[in-house]
Each structure stands twice: as structure tokens, then as C-alpha cells.
């Protein structure tokens, strides 16, 4: 019974953290559409404000959410598990993330609800005085699964990032093995059999020629990309160089304004596109509705700045939004190859590349486009990317910032960093 309501309540703040989300987005954009110059002052506050309440009241709600679940799930501590996973900390996540998107930061809430899926269903837990180890690998996985399917509305990719990120029950060869022998057997169906579905279907696909290459060049580009993104936030997570590093330790607040008026800079150079999740934008370009030129470049610079100037926020949905435009760049020099799949091809790429969970990668994307011909094209790209990411990156960017919530350090006091 106590596992029931957990996942219904984790269900039911999930939906009115992603209506408030989408409204403070929507308020956002009304401030726009009355002067694109308003965030020069608007984002700054905003940034300031947002930080100053995270290292001043919540330490333990910066960041995406997800490391503080790993933490949670790894620490022998119950007090260091406890501070991570507090109802207070859960209610301010929502509120300092829906204030940043307030701000127009390029943010994202999934990781913020895996977090607070997590902390609803270890309180709950205590209720009914479960054992430790049924606790963390139970209520606590599960709440943190059920934040990611109720989040993105994909149940498989929860079932699947639960296993794979948040519990690391696969090991990272194995995921490999299975990866090469289903894709080298579809190859070979494909090959012999052309492509079909069993039922019957029609959908974008791509044909086992030429297009094939598009999985290469996506997979090499995304893995590059992202491997290079995730290194630079575990990099800066430490602290960054010189007078930034002084100022970003010091005066965080300041750090923030400054990044906020950054970001500002970034969104009129870009045409207003870079704010908020990317949802909108990332659709449109999957429907061939939006321009995309330059914008996975700005997205990701609007990404790498909200994260170092502090304010709570997941990089799930910018990430995706990031792949999506870095896939319509690589569309306009492969002519050959349908845009919608160049589009799909780059959300695995950029997303395996960063998270570098490749079998949680193929299947959000699939669940979130419906499209399953694409599957094979989808999990190839999602593997290339992968490898390559680790090259780039040899740390999986979640578990290496959970090592500073396993510290100690970021859940007790203010940390140098937003999103580690």
C-alpha cells in the first residue's frame, strides 16, 4: 500500500511540476515577445536570486537531482541520505527549477523529478520500516524510475535508466555485447530481408545504403560533442581557473548575475531560442516548422553557462534539444538522407554522448518520437556515440558528481557548482 501511494503521489506532483514548469516557460516568453532585450535584466535577477536561495537554505537541491539519488542509493550514511532525500529539499527543488525557467535558463526538470520521485517514496518508506537495502534498492530506485517515466511520459526509458544509471546493474561490457549482437543481427535481416515490420507500418526509416552512414556521422559527432560536454562540467564541478574560478567561490551571486546576463547575450544572438527546455524548439525542428541554423551551438553554450552559474536544473531536455539541432546542421550536407531521421539520429548521438547511458538513450527517443522503424538506426548511433563519449570522457558524468554528495561535502554545505 505504501508503495502504491508513493507511486501515485510521485505521478500526480510529477504532472503539476510539468504544468508549472511549461507555464513558467510560457511567462518567460511573454516577456520576450514584448522586448527581446528585457533578459538583459530579468535573467540576472533571476540567476541571483535562485542561487542565493540554493547556497543560502537548500544546498542539497542544486543540480540536476540525479547525482543526489546515486549518492543516496551508494552512502552508508542515513543521516547523508536523509539530507538528499528530504521532503523540503524535494518541494525547493520544485521551486528553484520552476523559478530558473522563470529566469529563461536552459534547464530541464527531468532530473529535478528524479530526485523528488525518490525523496517521496524514501519518506514514505519509513512508514512501513523497511530494511535498509529493500529501502534504497526498492523504494528509492523506483521512485527515481518512476520520476523519469512520469517525466518524459516514456515508462520503458524509467525501467531502463533505473537499471542502468541509477543502480549500474549492467556492467558497461555487457551493455556492449548485447548492443554489437542486436545490431549486427538486425544488419543482417535487414540486409536479406529488406526492411519490414511484422504488422505492418510507414514511417520515416532509413534504407541499409548509403543513409547508413548518417548513423556513423552522427554517432562520432554526438560522442565527440557530448563526451566534451560532460568533461568540461565534471572539470568545472572542481571549480573553474583563474579570476572566474575566484569570483565563482567567492561571490557566487555575482557569478551568477554575470552568467545570466551571459545567457541573455546568448538568447538575442540566437533569436530567443535558446531558454527554457528546448521542447518547442527541438519539436519544431523535427517537424521541419523551426530555422536551425546555429542553434544546437547556441543551445549547448546556453546549457554549459546555466550550469555554471549555480541554479538548480536538469540537462535531460536541453540535451535532447542540443542533438536535435547538431542532427539538422549534419542534414544540410547529407542531402540524401531523410531530415526527420538526420533530426532523431542527432537526439541519441548528443544524449548517449552526455549521459552515456546508450541503452536508456535509444529507447527515450524512440518513446518519445513512437517511431520504432528507426529502432536498429537508433541503437547503433546510440552505441558509436557511447564509445566515443568514453574516450572523450572516461567518468560517467552522473557518477562523478555523485562522488561529491558521497562526500559529503555538496549536501552539507554550498558547493562550488549548480548542476553537480
Request: charged residues 10%.
Amino acid at each position: 500500500m505504501v508503495f502504491w501511494i508513493g507511486a501515485c503521489a510521485v505521478g500526480v506532483v510529477s504532472i503539476l511540476f510539468a504544468l508549472a514548469s511549461n507555464q513558467a516557460q510560457a511567462l518567460f516568453r511573454k516577456t520576450v515577445s514584448i522586448s527581446p532585450l528585457l533578459p538583459l535584466i530579468v535573467t540576472p535577477i533571476g540567476f541571483a536570486a535562485v542561487v542565493y536561495l540554493t547556497r543560502r537554505f537548500f544546498p542539497a537541491a542544486q543540480g540536476s537531482g540525479i547525482p543526489q539519488t546515486i549518492a543516496a542509493l551508494e552512502t552508508p550514511s542515513a543521516g547523508l541520505r536523509g539530507a538528499m532525500l528530504s521532503l523540503r529539499i524535494a518541494v525547493a527543488k520544485i521551486f528553484l527549477t520552476i523559478m530558473g525557467l522563470l529566469s529563461g535558463a536552459s534547464i530541464g526538470r527531468e532530473g529535478p523529478t528524479v530526485q523528488i520521485g525518490a525523496s517521496i517514496m524514501h519518506n514514505l518508506g519509513r512508514f512501513a520500516h523497511y530494511s535498509r537495502n529493500e529501502l534504497d534498492k526498492g523504494l528509492i530506485l523506483a521512485g527515481g524510475a518512476a520520476g523519469i517515466a512520469a517525466a518524459f511520459n516514456t515508462p520503458l526509458a524509467g525501467i531502463v535508466f533505473a537499471i542502468e544509471e541509477l543502480s549500474r546493474a549492467f556492467e558497461q561490457r555487457t551493455s556492449g555485447t548485447i548492443l554489437i549482437a542486436v545490431i549486427l543481427a538486425g544488419i543482417v535481416s535487414l540486409a536479406m530481408l529488406g526492411n519490414y515490420a511484422y504488422f505492418g507500418h510507414t514511417s520515416v526509416t532509413l534504407a541499409l545504403n548509403g543513409e547508413w552512414a548518417a548513423v556513423v556521422a552522427c554517432g562520432l559527432a554526438g560522442g565527440l560533442l557530448g563526451g566534451a560536454f560532460s568533461r568540461l562540467l565534471i572539470l568545472s564541478s572542481r571549480g573553474l581557473p583563474g579570476r572566474a574560478g575566484v569570483l565563482m567561490q567567492e561571490r557566487p551571486v555575482v557569478f551568477a548575475m554575470l552568467c545570466g546576463l551571459l545567457l541573455a547575450m546568448l538568447g538575442i544572438a540566437s533569436g530567443s531560442t535558446i531558454y527554457g527546455t528546448g521542447y518547442d524548439e527541438a519539436r519544431g525542428i523535427l517537424e521541419g516548422t523551426r530555422a536551425t541554423e546555429g542553434f544546437g551551438f547556441y543551445k549547448m553554450l546556453a546549457t554549459i553557462v546555466s550550469y555554471l552559474s549555480g541554479i538548480p536544473g536538469g540537462i535531460f531536455a536541453p540535451s535532447l534539444a542540443v542533438g536535435s539541432g547538431f542532427g539538422a546542421s549534419l542534414a544540410t550536407v547529407m542531402p540524401g538522407v531523410p531530415m526527420q531521421a538526420m533530426v532523431i539520429l542527432g537526439m541519441v548521438a548528443y544524449f548517449s554522448g552526455v549521459v552515456q547511458t546508450p541503452i536508456t538513450a535509444f529507447v527515450i527517443v524512440m518513446e518519445m518520437t513512437d517511431d520504432h522503424n528507426m529502432l536498429l538506426p537508433l541503437m547503433a548511433t546510440s552505441f558509436i556515440a557511447f564509445g566515443v563519449s568514453r574516450i572523450v570522457c572516461p567518468v560517467s558524468l552522473y557518477q562523478a558528481l555523485a562522488q561529491r554528495f558521497l562526500s559529503g561535502k555538496s549536501a552539507e554545505e554550498p558547493a562550488k557548482s549548480g548542476m553537480s
